[in-house]
């Protein structure tokens, strides 16, 4: 005599699908980020600061330049190029990541850097 009852079983499994769907593809994107992200990390061996550039430092411009830079297998930046950030700061802040020296890996990787610019 519980005929009611049993239509309800699919509606709850239903349920329980959907409310586990966002979870399991969230699950699912940070699996496959986590293999992107650590091909991207290399240690940086040594750094060199930039040079704040003098028609910057008088207009009193500040900010954050992102730059990618290509790593060769030996840690050593072999091309870079401005993601982000102002124009007047982004040729100091390329030719300071040129200079840097990463950790060696097995492979040629991207590595994304900021640097951050301050009166």
């Known amino acids: 005599m519980n005929t009611n009852h049993a ?3 699919p509606r709850t499994i239903r349920r329980t699908l959907v409310l586990l769907l966002p979870a399991v593809v969230l ?3 940070a ?3 986590v293999p992107a992200i650590a091909a991207e990390t290399r240690g940086v061996k040594t750094r060199v600061s930039p040079v704040y550039p003098e028609i910057a430092q008088r207009l009193r411009i500040e900010g954050t330049v992102r730059i990618e830079a290509t790593v ?4 050593k ?3 870079v190029k401005t993601v982000s950030g102002n124009h007047s700061l982004a040729p100091a802040a ?3 990541v040129r200079k840097w020296r990463f950790l060696p890996g097995p492979d040629q990787s991207i590595v994304t850097v900021e640097i951050n610019f301050a009166l």
């Open 7 to 9: 239509p309800r079983a």
């Open 27 to 29: 699950a699912v994107a």
């Open 31 to 33: 699996a496959l980020a």
């Open 72 to 75: 060769d297998p030996d840690g």
């Open 77 to 79: 930046v072999i091309d």
């Open 94 to 96: 390329e030719d300071a």
